[in-house]
């Protein structure tokens, strides 16, 4: 009976300790967006490697931009 009491109070205390963790502090970052829309056109660029994969394998072609 004894030992069923310890562990049961031994048990309950590693259960509180588990639980009393307090999460860290998050930060956020907040991003304002201004209410008119603004449209920004842009080239993309220009790739310089390409990667094909295939059932043969993985074929790289690069080239100097």
């Known amino acids: 009976m004894k030992k ?17 963790n ?4 998050v930060k956020k970052e907040v991003i304002i967006v201004p209410a ?3 449209i920004v056109v ?3 660029p220009e790739k310089s ?3 094909t994969l295939d059932k043969k394998g993985v074929k ?6």
Do not use: R
């Open 4 to 20: 069923t009491i310890a562990f049961s109070s031994f048990a309950l205390v590693l259960i509180t300790m588990a639980c009393n």
């Open 42 to 44: 842009k080239d993309p």
């Open 36 to 38: 008119a829309p603004v």
């Open 60 to 65: 790289v072609e690069t080239k100097k931009v």
């Open 49 to 51: 490697t390409t990667v």
């Open 22 to 25: 307090n999460p860290a502090e």
